[in-house]
């Protein structure tokens, strides 16, 4: 079993930031990737970023230029900072934990997610 513990979530008005944090904790043999999703009302649950245990990233669309992750590989921790957040980016943001918790068992692991509210 992996625990995944997030926090920074809130409300900001537009124009604002957030810093959203992940830490993972438990059984991890490895980890291959963490990363953010979000989903909005009424939408599907989306990819908002990613970061490898090697330092690859990857972004959603929408977010790319505003949103950057970053981790922390010995603290199992990974780091969102959103700046420049709009009413559009309100969501419930998910982290994710990508890994094997035995030699040959991989698997995925969700947090339970950290509610952003932007207001205009």
């Known amino acids: 079993q992996v625990h995944l513990v997030e926090s920074g979530g809130g409300l900001v008005q537009a124009g604002g930031s957030l810093r959203l944090s992940c830490a993972a904790s438990?059984?991890?043999?490895?980890?291959?990737?963490m990363g953010w999703y979000r989903q909005g009302p009424g939408k599907p649950r989306d990819l908002v970023a990613s970061i490898t245990s090697g330092g690859s990233t990857s972004y959603g669309g929408s977010v790319k230029g505003r949103f950057t992750i970053s981790r922390d590989n010995a603290r199992n921790t990974v780091y969102l900072q959103m700046t420049n957040l709009t009413p559009e980016d309100t969501a419930v943001y998910y982290c994710?934990?990508?890994?094997?918790?035995?030699?040959?068992?991989?698997?995925?692991?969700w947090g339970q997610g950290t509610q952003v509210t932007v207001s205009s």
């Open positions: 994710n934990w990508a890994g094997r918790t035995g030699a040959t068992t991989y698997r995925d692991y």
């Open positions: 438990g059984n991890i043999f490895s980890t291959n990737a």
